[in-house]
């Protein structure tokens, strides 16, 4: 006889979109007014009224001198890594443990991606492995709050001072997240946030950067919107990377942005509140370890990351997973990234095939299996994550899904 079920139903997909966000996009189709940018040296190189307003209260929420709308974070992180004055071949000291935009923006410039290691407990970059990895080619950090969670900025802005390195924070995943007080992704010397349709607030598409640097803000600006064009009219001197894109946001995105971010608080309460009941409902599952939040610090939970300690548990990750999803548990994943074992680094092949631009500057990096090896090993055998930010979770469906581990835990023996 088939066994039944615990969850049977499908749960309700997060909509972060209400009947504000829906006016205000009217409004701005009504105006005609979709775009308001002109790449020439006029009051709208840096947008519309809309694109305007909205960086300038994503400014004041964030304590940040310059926000930057970008059309996605991807493009937001190759215009960061574009205005730190960079030069091809310069290492870029990143982390595997991530999505994948955070590597290529960094060839995008024709720089190379250097990978440290992550830490066990947080997921993210080790500062002790960043040492390890630097060169007398280490221009800069590009250092990501993964899943919700922040760096250890203590001890990467100590390393950027030493060694002069710039420091850019990915902070995709992060928004509201706070180290010691202050937002992350305004720790370093440029960062920023995906606005993208999964992310705790979103625009459909779209990203913002932040900046307390006057220079860097003035080549985003311009690398967002054709730098190249307007190098005369604003009399740049300095070309370096001057190459731009078109980075804008539109003035749809941006009207919806606004009303998002009336309600980012709320919804990454909603996260915490999520993983608070999933945390007392699973804390005393044996081999199962609940996520750690760095000291001084706050976790906005993107992803609700879990740790297998297989010698407790005696059982392998593959049983446990298939079992959780028999029971119906939805958003549940296994794997995250490992970046350098991805084909385009494994085969050092990006632009045009005759491997550029590695093979332009001799350069040694290597991206071989076991250069990352705790974040290898929580991919190949210890990492469960459950994708919290996909769905609208009830009081219900958490009880269910407490239910299912325990059932699982019960049914292989482990209590
Ligand atoms: C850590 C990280 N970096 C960069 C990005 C790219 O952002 P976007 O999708 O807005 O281009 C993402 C998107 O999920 C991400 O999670």
């Known amino acids: 006889m088939k066994k039944k079920t615990l969850i049977n139903y499908k749960f309700k997909i997060d909509n972060s979109i ?22 020439s040296n006029n009051e709208f190189f840096r947008g519309g009224p809309q694109v305007r307003k909205f ?23 190759i215009a960061c890594l574009g205005a730190l004055d960079l030069e091809p071949g310069d290492e870029v000291i990143t982390t595997p443990w991530t999505m994948c935009a955070t590597a290529t923006s960094i060839l995008h410039w024709n720089c190379i991606p250097v990978f440290a290691d992550i830490e066990k407990d947080t ?8 040492l390890k990895k630097i060169s007398k080619k280490t221009k800069a950090i590009l250092a990501v709050d993964i899943f919700g969670q922040s760096c250890d900025y203590e001890s990467l802005l100590r390393i950027s001072k030493k060694y002069n390195l710039k420091l850019i924070c990915d902070s995709a995943q992060a928004i509201l997240t706070k180290y010691k007080g202050k937002y992350v ?4 010397d440029v960062g920023g946030y995906s606005l993208n349709y999964h992310k705790h607030i979103n625009t459909g598409e779209g990203g913002v950067i932040v900046t307390n640097n006057k220079r860097y803000a003035e080549k985003l600006y311009a690398i967002r919107n054709h730098a190249e064009a307007i190098t005369k009219s604003h009399s740049v001197k300095e070309l370096k990377n001057m190459v731009g894109y078109n980075f804008r946001m539109g003035e749809i995105e941006a009207a919806i942005g606004i009303q998002q971010l009336k309600k980012v608080k709320k919804r990454v309460q909603i996260k915490q509140n999520v993983v608070n009941k999933l945390n007392n409902g699973l804390k005393d599952l044996k081999g199962l370890k609940l996520p750690v939040i760095r000291k001084n610090t706050t976790h906005s939970f993107y992803i609700y990351p879990l740790i297998l300690d297989l010698k407790a548990l005696k059982i392998s990750r593959r049983k446990i997973f298939s079992a959780l999803v028999k029971e119906g548990v939805q958003g549940l994943t296994d794997k995250y990234v490992l970046l350098h074992l991805y084909p385009i680094f494994q085969k050092k092949i990006a632009y045009g095939s005759n491997n550029f631009p590695w093979s332009t500057f001799k350069n040694k990096t290597t ?3 076991g250069i990352c090896p705790v974040a290898e090993n929580l991919q190949n055998r210890t990492f469960l994550g459950l994708q919290i930010q996909l769905y609208d979770l009830k009081k219900k469906d958490i009880e269910l899904i407490i239910s299912a581990f325990k ?9």
């Open 55 to 77: 960086e300038r209260l994503w400014s004041k929420f964030f304590k940040s001198k310059y926000c930057i709308s970008v059309n996605s974070w991807t493009s937001g992180l």
């Open 367 to 369: 991206y071989r299996k």
């Open 18 to 39: 209400d009947h504000r966000d829906i006016r205000s996009v009217v409004k701005v189709m009504k105006s005609g007014v979709l775009s308001g940018f002109v790449a």
């Open 407 to 415: 059932k699982v835990w019960r049914e292989f023996g482990i209590i």
């Open 123 to 130: 997921f993210c970059i080790d500062p002790k492995s960043v």
């Open 185 to 188: 992704g305004t720790l370093g």
